[in-house]
């Protein structure tokens, strides 16, 4: 599929910091930033934007904060297209801890929110491109939402000024046909917008959906190293990559990056298809209480875990 | 997604045995036999029927050979509706080595061939036909045979007398698109003929690719316990019944199989996405070469191995 529109961001740092709290060394972060220039990757999301306020540095790495002093350290040296990213949740941030474009090396800020808190989103999202930042939203957790909220939500994005809004299947629990259905929405509701797409693998389709939401027209693709994301990870971008027939991506430094830093990594934390998040993912759940057992010393009875999340009194 | 019509085949003992060359105890294969009947799979593929001409016993497990006999002990007492099935190869069986059905626990036989071995193929079908069986052809690794040879083995296939014909993505290459051009391929071009399903998961596409010919109304689809199978494994039983929302399957017998014998197992046996057989599949390449470095105490150079693969002399 080539198309020249398409743009691939990689969120490694960023997906893969809820596994190991951002704790990544500079010289990590520096090998993945230099792996992704050289493949032709359009965006890094290097962490979180957030504020001490809310989280401590002692439990959270400086990735969790992205302060641009630790990136241009990272960063030094390396000549690259390549635009830089970091994401902004909602009530974790405090607009002040966003500095003006002219000031920091940051292209992108991405504001992740609930279809609840989607006016909350385009407020800070219009300070963002007031500070002179390009700007997305990223709508999480759709797959709970019912149509009506969301379609509120997306008529509200669409008289905003926020030029890309995604598509997040926060809990991996979308089948192609949703992903095709919401992606025709996303599209046809707000007209002159970039739509992205945000995967999760609970159930061994963050690929095969981000492939399907091409097919559909979404162009914003995103995409981690060997899939690393919490719970059952993301997208893998060597995949992704290897699908796009753009010339301008070359998968060879992407497989290096891999053996020498997430093949090691992966042997110690753990990430990928587990039979608790492909629960999660298949009920339609947050995969907390599967993140849960998951760091349990021994795993559980997993019928009994599929048990429990069934279970409910029935509700007139 | 529920359709009647539709059959599911367990080939973890069959396709799993590549890997550990059918070394499955017997209380192992009964285990599984009582899991995927509790489940309300329709059938369990229990292993080859091979030619002792052709393989070793010493090399090789039982369920490489599927004698009556190791089958009947570990099926004995066991009330169940689930057929059971072997796979024959075209050349490494002599048809002499199956027995009439009247003298045999199995149900059915499915020949596997290359598109070049078809008329072989129809004849050993036909002969298992004669014998009582329900028979199948699996049309081995149709992304490396072009289009017109599919076509004259599908031609071949749709005058034979038998029944059901399975497409099979046996390098793990192809993606959604392809699928679907082939599911209607086959379909057209055998009326009347049940169209099966067979994937591996070298791009992780294994289910996603088993849920689009579903869609496209192949209605005899391949899975294995926890996506185990040669290389990067199958589609994963547990994802196919959870998507299909036929009342009659039930995954919680599946969990249990997996969490007491697949996952230790698993620790101990590789499988699943890895990025050499990431690496032949994006290529469209027989697993081989993966398998072979996998199989090393350390991974040799994944930039050097991909090169490698794609390198090669310009012919005109």
Known sequence: MYRPEIKVLDCTIRDGGLINKWQFSDEFVRKVFIALSKAGVDYMEIGYKSSEKYFSRHENGKWKFCDDDDIKRVIDGVETDMKLSAMADIGRVEPEDIPPKSQSVLHMIRVACYANQVDKAITLAHHCMDKGYETTINLMAVSKVI????????????????????????????????????????????????????????????????????????????????????????????????????????IRPILEVIQELLIPLKAKIEWGYHIPYMITGVLNEHPRSAMKIMAEKELPDLRQFYEDLIDGEPLD
């Open 147 to 250: 149509e009506r909220d969301i379609d509120e939500a997306l008529n509200d994005l669409s008289k905003s000024d926020v030029p890309t809004v995604y598509l997040v299947d926060s809990f991996g629990s979308l089948y192609s046909e949703q992903i095709r259905a919401l992606a025709k929405k996303y599209i046809e509701a707000l007209p002159g917008k970039q739509i992205g797409i945000h995967t999760h693998n609970n159930q061994q389709l963050a690929f095969a959906n981000t492939i399907e939401a091409i097919i559909c027209g979404i162009n914003r693709l995103d995409a981690t190293l060997y899939g690393m994301g919490r719970g059952a990870g993301n997208c893998p971008l060597e995949l992704l990559l290897s699908f796009l027939k753009n010339p301008k991506f070359d």
